[in-house]
């Protein structure tokens, strides 16, 4: 089972749209969360950290359930410029080094 | 903002030849140092840790003396893939963070090898 894994896609959705993606973790000893965006032949840029009580940025609202294990992001209105690869990324801890893993990415396609 | 370059962008080699790859922290000092890996249509994998001054902490099944890594000063680590093969061409990418490895990460733009 891999340690964080995401929604196959791709997400293909015409402008305006919401857009939910899936996340969830094995390591329950995972501290921290986050949400990076990855434009094609770039490098990961930070979207939001998660929370267990929710959090919003705009359009993006991100939450996280640790008793499931469970990482969400909600985008709404989706612009053309949202198209991206959405990475789930989950701190493992301070004990580990802080390492960081990602998912395998969920690419999302706007259209107008 | 916190700042990483790397150097260079992308390069051209061929097989057996090594290849360094710098990554700069340019307005903050990074005690901490991270080298990714990633391949056409994979997500990011942690291929070491670096702090300044010691020896790099390597991620199971990467082989350390192939990835050379030093971190010499607090803005600076070289990551050197020795007799680089065609299997090797992928997207390294570097982080850093300021005060701690538990901190957020910021990413350099990373490098793009292709082994021909």
């Known amino acids: 089972r891999k340690e964080v894994e995401q929604d196959p896609g791709p997400f293909n959705v015409p402008e305006g749209a919401t857009v939910a993606f899936n996340c969830t973790y094995s390591?329950?000893?995972?501290?921290?969360f986050f949400w990076y965006r990855q434009d094609c032949r770039k490098e990961p840029k930070l979207l939001m950290s998660v929370y267990s009580s929710g959090n919003e940025d705009g359009r993006f609202t991100a939450q996280l359930n640790r008793a499931s294990q469970y990482i969400s992001l909600l985008i709404r209105d989706s612009k053309l410029s949202d198209s991206a690869t959405y990475l789930c990324v989950v701190n493992v801890g301070y004990n580990q080094g802080g390492k960081l893993i990602f998912g395998q990415g969920t690419e999302l396609s706007v259209k107008p | 903002g916190a700042v990483v370059s790397q150097h260079p962008s992308r390069v051209i080699c061929k097989s057996g030849t090594s290849v360094k790859i710098e990554c700069r922290s340019l307005?903050?000092?990074?005690?901490?140092m991270f080298w990714y890996r990633q391949f056409p249509k994979q997500s990011l994998m942690l291929m070491a840790t670096s702090n300044e001054g010691s020896k790099a902490t390597y991620e199971q099944g990467v082989e350390k003396d192939k990835f050379l890594i030093n971190h010499a000063s607090l803005t600076l680590s070289t990551l050197t893939v020795t007799s680089a093969h065609p299997e090797d061409s992928s997207f390294y990418i570097c982080?850093?963070?300021?005060?701690?490895?538990?901190?957020?990460?910021?990413f350099g733009p990373g490098t793009r090898l292709l082994v021909l």
């Open positions: 390591n329950s000893a995972s501290q921290s």
């Open positions: 982080s850093a963070t300021r005060d701690s490895p538990q901190e957020t990460q910021y």
């Open positions: 307005d903050f000092q990074a005690t901490t």
